[in-house]
């Protein structure tokens, strides 16, 4: 016993010392190409404080990046977001135990690293056309750290294939995920946010993100559910409430979407559903038509409803539904398409004297076009992907998006009603869903969206390959599946 305890003791010590190294190795390489190699002391004591964290959860250590997934503002000491340092811990601390042996590993299928392959590759031979560093102005938005980003998401997704899910796991993994989205609006609440310009934002704009919790209740839960507890229907009511108090049109959009399609996805509730649909519908006509005759709602609230006709605001006439400003950067967009097809405006490597120029007159002028222009935040995905890399990158990205929604609608019956997993693979299947709705109008930014599809549709797999390795062990054993 002894002899297994040094063994299994050693084994440890080793773990820790390849994951701090392996860890604080590649953060300082990446932030040096950035920012300059003055940060060795702090990257090695984030390191030391990662592995620490990882070796704590043992073989639940993806819960710490998950953690941070959901955490998307940028961090301290590092500038990493959330989801690059996430990527990171994840994809170093899953090649230490494989080295090591402690897990086992299991992968599902193939296709979909296949079809994300195409648009990994095209990004990817665009930069090497045009060569561009880390180091852009000092920002981490800009450049080369673009490029960065999605490598990082599909390399993670890549090893989210290899890791099954227990429906515990499951569990923790949403659970966790939500948390994290939740310490990200109290850090933005209780910190504050600013805009591109480096002016503070409106603090009620910084409760948008609390949509994927009101999403989380929406999948978890039945309609019926939701009423009838006092607890989910009191966080369901609060998210959500905040959502739409956020003024933010598409986190709303989003929240409703999801509400209305669940039940109809997993054949359950339906009937309730409508009725409840039909008496939110009475109400916002209410509410709605005694706008601006019987009472004045916050102009917030009011901004998140603004794709309804209404007595609005006067100031929504610049920022309601149907302002110029997406028509504009559509417009924009297709210039750049038509002048090169194939690659667009070079990825994310624009001339540097270019760059400095447009960024100055951003900042000096407000032209808020020419910032989104330069952030790649075009407002519809596949006509910002094609002005920044070309028509094959947004063929590429439709290539995969349409293997993600096969992938969701084939499986989303195939776990047992009402487990963790089925909650897991749902919700994570809807966070890609309702966004790719939003695709066409109001979302679309070239790195940020594979990024985050490429983490969710890695968890959307984790639940399923831990379902098939359930089913081979309860065949092994001859026991009926659950």
């Excluded at 404080?49 to 250590?61: H, K, N, P």
């Excluded at 999403?215 to 966080?235: E, H, K, N, P, T």
């Excluded at 993600?404 to 089925?422: H, I, K, M, N, Q």
Aim: proline share 3%; glycine share 8%.
């Amino acid at each position: 016993m002894a002899r297994k305890a040094d063994v299994a003791l050693q084994a440890k010590i080793l773990q820790v010392g390849f994951v701090v190294v392996f860890i604080a190795v590649v953060m300082y390489s990446v932030r040096s190409l950035m920012f300059g190699s003055g940060m060795l002391v702090k990257l090695v004591a984030l390191g030391l404080i990662s592995a620490a964290i990882v070796i704590a959860l043992d073989e639940r250590y993806w819960l710490f990046s998950i953690l941070l997934f959901g955490f998307s503002s940028t961090l301290p000491v590092v500038k990493f977001t959330g989801a690059e340092l996430g990527s990171i811990i994840l994809i170093a601390t899953f090649f230490v135990r494989m080295a090591l042996r402690r897990d086992i590993f299991v992968f599902r299928s193939k296709r979909l690293i296949w079809a994300a392959l195409p648009f990994l590759a095209w990004m990817c031979l665009v930069w090497s056309m045009n060569p561009v560093g880390m180091n852009i102005f000092g920002s981490s938005s800009i450049g080369g750290r673009f490029y960065l980003k999605v490598i990082l998401a599909f390399s993670a997704m890549v090893c989210l294939f290899f890791i099954p899910f227990s429906d515990k796991d499951c569990k923790h993994a949403t659970v966790t995920f939500v948390m994290g989205n939740v310490l990200f609006v109290f850090r933005s609440v209780l910190v504050g946010e600013q805009d591109q310009f480096g002016a503070p934002m409106a603090t009620h704009y910084q409760y948008a993100h609390l949509y994927y919790v009101a999403m989380f209740f929406l999948c978890r839960y039945s309609a019926a559910d939701i009423l009838s507890r006092f607890w989910v229907f009191l966080g369901f009511l609060t998210t959500f409430g905040l959502t739409v108090f956020s003024g933010n049109r598409h986190s709303v959009g989003e929240a409703v979407l999801c509400g209305a399609t669940v039940p109809f996805l997993l054949k359950r509730d339906r009937l309730r559903t409508l009725v409840l649909m039909g008496f939110v519908a009475f109400f916002l006509a209410v509410v709605v038509s005694g706008q601006g005759r019987l009472w004045d709602l916050p102009y917030s609230i009011q901004r998140s409803m603004s794709f309804l006709p209404g007595k609005w605001d006067y100031r929504l006439d610049e920022y309601g539904f149907n302002d110029n400003f997406r028509a504009t950067l559509r417009m924009y967009a297709r210039e750049h398409i038509a002048e090169n097809p194939w690659f667009g405006d070079q990825g994310f490597s624009m001339d540097t004297e270019e760059m400095a120029w447009t960024y100055s007159q951003t900042v000096n002028t407000g032209d808020i076009y020419s910032l989104h222009i330069l952030s790649r935040n075009w407002h519809n995905v596949w006509l910002g992907m094609a002005a920044d890399f070309g028509i094959p990158l947004s063929v590429a990205w439709a290539l995969f998006s349409g293997a993600v929604l096969v992938f969701g609608l084939r499986d989303c019956r195939a776990f047992p009603p009402g487990s963790w997993r089925e909650t897991a693979f749902i919700y994570f299947f809807m966070l890609c869903a309702v966004s790719f709705v939003d695709f066409f109008y109001a979302g679309g930014h070239t790195a940020k969206t594979p990024e985050r599809w490429f983490v969710w549709v890695g968890l959307m797999a984790a639940a399923c390959v831990g379902r098939e390795e359930e089913r081979r062990i309860m065949a092994r054993r001859g026991m009926p599946e659950a």
